[in-house]
């Protein structure tokens, strides 16, 4: 059971992870105004280093810990002869190609300017669309296994541009306050919306294909763990969506009369999205360990 939990552990900030950095690198590399990309990229830098580091070591160590998956043990996680097993096997090939680009995008981050984050922006976004090999995105061949994974690809990075932007949408909410960066911080909130509006239409449409790729149906069986945990998972979304269009469609336009109380509304409601995606994550990091019915 305590493998399990490491597993379900190591999943969880692997997502987070690279989420943050997808959606954030993207945010300072395309919504955020010229003269505030260099501000907000430099904000984050720290951050966006340390996610990178533990996405390369949350990949290495999902190699380690498949093998203690497959034999049901701890001893396995440092058996050399089955690790050399596994790494023969389409799994272990998925992980070479996946370390890679792990690495790659280490070194991208590292190496990046702020606010010059469009290599971060490629790199993450590679890393996170990988995803899509393992799983049971990866289940089905065929045409059907080429949609499956294509639908997943881009919930993927639809999630990770709505989740992972949200932190430097804060970031920007308080330059509002500064005379000087009011008008900058004013334009990208204004691309965030209408780029918002994209990602959380593409996560809820690709959320219910998936959803029928992999059941066929919608999760109304409850007696199963998949289906409860993925029930759990539609709930959340649902609610994060729903804030979303609270902040947007509410609150903004409060801020012509009473910007204070609007900025502190929208700050709160931001704050619940974030510990929502962070347990639509954990969710999946569980769901995504179990066999669907």
């Known amino acids: 059971m305590m493998l399990d939990t490491v597993v379900a552990g190591n999943r969880f900030l692997h997502y987070l992870t690279l989420m943050l950095l997808f959606g954030s690198s993207i945010f300072v590399w395309r919504l955020a105004a010229p003269d505030l990309r260099v501000v907000i990229g430099r904000r984050?830098?720290?951050?966006?280093?340390?996610?990178a580091l533990l996405a390369a070591l949350?990949?290495?160590?999902?190699?380690?810990?498949?093998?203690?998956?497959?034999?049901?043990?701890?001893?396995?996680?440092?058996?050399?002869?089955?690790?050399?097993?596994?790494l023969r096997t389409d799994i272990g090939q998925t992980w070479i190609l996946r370390m890679l680009l792990a690495l790659l995008l280490l070194g991208l981050t590292l190496r990046q300017r702020p606010g010059r984050l469009g290599g971060v922006v490629l790199g993450s976004a590679l890393l996170l669309a990988s995803l899509a090999l393992t799983g049971h995105a990866a289940m089905d061949?065929?045409?059907?296994?080429?949609?499956?994974?294509?639908?997943?690809?881009?919930?993927?990075l639809c999630g990770g541009a709505w989740l992972g932007s949200l932190?430097?949408?804060?970031?920007?909410?308080r330059l509002l306050a500064d005379p000087a960066t009011r008008s900058d911080a004013s334009l990208t909130l204004q691309r965030f919306s209408n780029a918002g509006h994209v990602a959380v239409v593409g996560v809820l449409l690709t959320g219910v294909l998936n959803t029928l790729l992999v059941l066929g149906r919608w999760p109304t069986d409850w007696s199963s763990p998949y289906q409860l945990l993925l029930s759990l998972k539609i709930?959340?979304?649902?609610?994060?969506?729903?804030?979303?269009?609270?902040?947007?469609?509410?609150?903004?336009p409060r801020m012509k009369s009473d910007a204070p109380s609007a900025i502190a509304s929208i700050r709160r409601y931001t704050l619940t999205e974030i510990g929502l995606g962070a347990a639509v994550l954990l969710l999946v990091s569980l769901f995504g360990m179990l066999e669907p019915g």
């Not at 949350?58 to 701890?74: H, K, P, R, V």
């Not at 649902?238 to 609270?246: G, P, S």
């Open 44 to 51: 984050l830098n720290p951050a966006l280093r340390i996610a």
């Open 58 to 86: 949350t990949t290495l160590a999902g190699l380690f810990l498949q093998a203690g998956e497959i034999a049901g043990s701890w001893q396995a996680t440092v058996d050399v002869q089955l690790l050399q097993k596994v």
């Open 141 to 156: 061949e065929g045409l059907r296994g080429f949609l499956h994974a294509a639908n997943h690809v881009a919930h993927l």
């Open 167 to 173: 932190p430097p949408f804060l970031l920007c909410l």
């Open 235 to 252: 709930l959340f979304t649902a609610a994060m969506a729903l804030l979303a269009v609270m902040n947007r469609y509410v609150f903004v």
